[in-house]
């Protein structure tokens, strides 16, 4: 038997509210006035929420939608393949997308989700993710926008869940001992 989980903290509510703002600034200084903002459930509804009143602080209005994927992998890893299970229902033709995401790791949810965007006709579709798993790792697609470079260990909290526990916490830490 191994010892208890414990959390290790991470990114205080403190730090992900400030970084937030300053992302939202960059997001309002780089996207046309009008355009789709689209978060990728379960994980970023938080951030998405959060994001989108910063972005509205901002001066921003954009159309707010939610699209469900999952990933089928095994375990803590995200080796698996993406599937659709809840689309959008806003119109994407000939618009500018916003996808939101809590954690880009593999690469593969966000690249899912800007092939099934550009399928459905968008103009251009940026990303943002509230943590980057990925920078130290070559080949791996990035994001447009960025809240935290992330290590790379389980992370959970302000959203983001293990066994779909732990999403309340208003912090980010990583998940230990599990
Ligand atoms: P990717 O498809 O490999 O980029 O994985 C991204 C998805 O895996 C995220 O949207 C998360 O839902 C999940 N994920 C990856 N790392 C973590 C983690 O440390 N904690 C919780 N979920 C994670
Ligand atoms: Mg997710």
């Known amino acids: 038997m191994g010892d208890a989980a414990h959390l290790e903290p991470l990114f205080t509510s403190d730090a992900i509210e400030s970084r937030l703002d300053r992302l939202a600034y960059e997001i309002a200084g780089t996207m046309p006035k009008d355009f789709a903002a689209v978060a990728i459930l379960k994980g970023s509804f938080i951030f998405a929420a959060d994001l989108i009143r910063?972005?509205?602080?901002?001066?921003?209005?954009?159309?707010?939608?939610?699209?469900?994927?999952?990933?089928?992998?095994?375990?803590?890893?995200?080796?698996?393949?993406?599937?659709?299970?809840?689309?959008?229902?806003?119109?994407?033709?000939?618009?500018?997308?916003?996808?939101?995401?809590?954690?880009?790791?593999?690469?593969?949810?966000?690249?899912?989700?800007?092939?099934?965007?550009?399928?459905?006709?968008?103009?251009?579709?940026?990303?943002?993710?509230?943590?980057?798993?990925?920078?130290g790792r070559s080949g791996a697609s990035r994001a447009d926008f960025a809240g935290f470079a992330c290590p790379p260990a389980f992370v959970v909290g302000y959203g983001m869940d293990h066994a779909h526990k732990y999403r309340g916490l208003p912090f980010v830490a990583i998940l230990k001992g599990e």
């Open 54 to 135: 910063a972005l509205t602080a901002h001066g921003l209005n954009p159309d707010v939608d939610f699209m469900t994927l999952a990933s089928y992998g095994l375990g803590t890893s995200s080796s698996g393949t993406v599937s659709l299970l809840r689309d959008v229902e806003v119109e994407v033709a000939g618009r500018h997308v916003l996808l939101i995401d809590d954690i880009l790791d593999s690469g593969r949810t966000v690249a899912f989700a800007k092939a099934h965007m550009k399928a459905k006709g968008a103009a251009a579709v940026h990303t943002c993710v509230l943590l980057d798993k990925t920078s």
